[in-house]
């Protein structure tokens, strides 16, 4: 299957998204662009949904992503990245949670494993991982990334709470 390759311009700098006919198979930050952008008539309809979901979350208008992915890896790395989208929005987990929720509650270290090697930042967030202890662990897109997906996550679903507390 053939894959293209686009570029977003996000708060955070450039994201390069990946995908093909079935899905978008990695978005990954990116110090410079690489590579050609892709002709928009000849971008996957996974792509356009990618790009305009990604727009609306950076705006705090989207909490949850619905473009189909295309993951590349093993059945466990599977397993593991599907469970990191349980996460709520504005919420955080630890890799210990990840392991019980997949039924290997002594897979930790597996889980932290296939957790660095996710493809897709964001739409599934491993940056709503956090050390046992609440601290931030590392982030293939730099913790100063991490931390600003968290801050605004939390911002937004605070604001989301207050409207409506206001509404009622």
């Known amino acids: 299957m053939e894959t293209k390759m686009i570029t977003y311009q996000s708060p955070l700098g450039l994201i390069e998204i990946t995908g093909t006919e079935q899905g978008i198979v990695s978005i990954l930050f990116s110090e410079e662009q690489a590579g050609n952008p892709v002709d928009s008539e000849t971008v996957p309809a996974a792509m356009e949904q990618c790009l ?4 609306e979350y950076f705006k705090g208008e989207r909490m949850e992503f619905s473009f189909p992915f295309d993951f590349a890896g093993t059945e466990f790395q599977k397993k593991v990245w599907n469970a990191l989208t349980t996460i709520p929005y504005g919420k955080t987990g630890s890799y210990k949670q990840i392991a019980v929720a997949i039924g290997n509650e002594k897979a930790v270290r597996a889980v932290g494993m296939a957790n660095s090697k996710n493809p897709i930042s964001i739409a599934v967030p491993c940056h709503r991982i956090i050390g046992s202890s609440g601290k931030l662990t590392g982030y293939a897109g730099g913790l100063w990334r991490k931390e600003w997906l968290l ?7 605070d604001s989301r709470r207050k409207e409506r507390m206001l509404e009622k």
């Open 151 to 157: 801050k605004h996550e939390q911002t937004m679903a």
């Open 52 to 55: 305009q979901q990604l727009d």
